[in-house]
């Protein structure tokens, strides 16, 4: 499980990077940490802060970290996400929606942004047992 500002650093991602990973995180944990890429962030966060990619994963840091030194601990960041935790969220996505990461991961950049945003989307509350309940006596 990861939690909202984890998500929220997922979303400073580009939608076709949130759908390859969604896809086959392996293979873009690989590519995505290798091309040690990173950016001005869009969402709310920290004034000076940019989105920067690690050997041990991605964060929202503040400006200045030119070297890429920071540890994942450093005070200076405002989110994290390991690798090993981007896999674990993946593997923690219904199938249905990985299914349509893939079919999607190519298709026109507006069609993808908008699976990426329902990949993103926090998951739905269970409904309450009254509610369970209710369903069952609707189908009886």
Do not use: N
Request: some cysteine; hydrophobic content about 40%; charged content about 25%.
């Amino acid at each position: 499980m990861i939690t909202d500002a984890q998500r929220r650093l997922l979303g400073e991602l580009a939608p076709w990077q949130v759908l390859a990973l969604a896809d086959a995180p392996d293979y873009w944990c690989r590519e995505i940490r290798d091309s040690q890429g990173g950016g001005t962030v869009r969402g709310e966060w920290p004034d000076g802060s940019c989105r920067q990619t690690y050997t041990w994963g991605i964060a929202v840091t503040a400006d200045g970290d030119y070297v890429r030194a920071r540890k994942r601990s450093d005070p200076a960041h405002a989110a994290t996400l390991t690798w090993a935790q981007i896999a674990g969220w993946v593997e923690s996505l219904p199938t249905e929606l990985r299914a349509e990461a893939r079919r999607h991961r190519k298709s026109d950049p507006g069609t993808g942004a908008r699976v990426a945003a329902l990949i993103l989307a926090p998951p739905s509350a269970a409904p309450a047992p009254s509610e369970q309940l209710g369903l069952f006596e609707a189908v009886a």
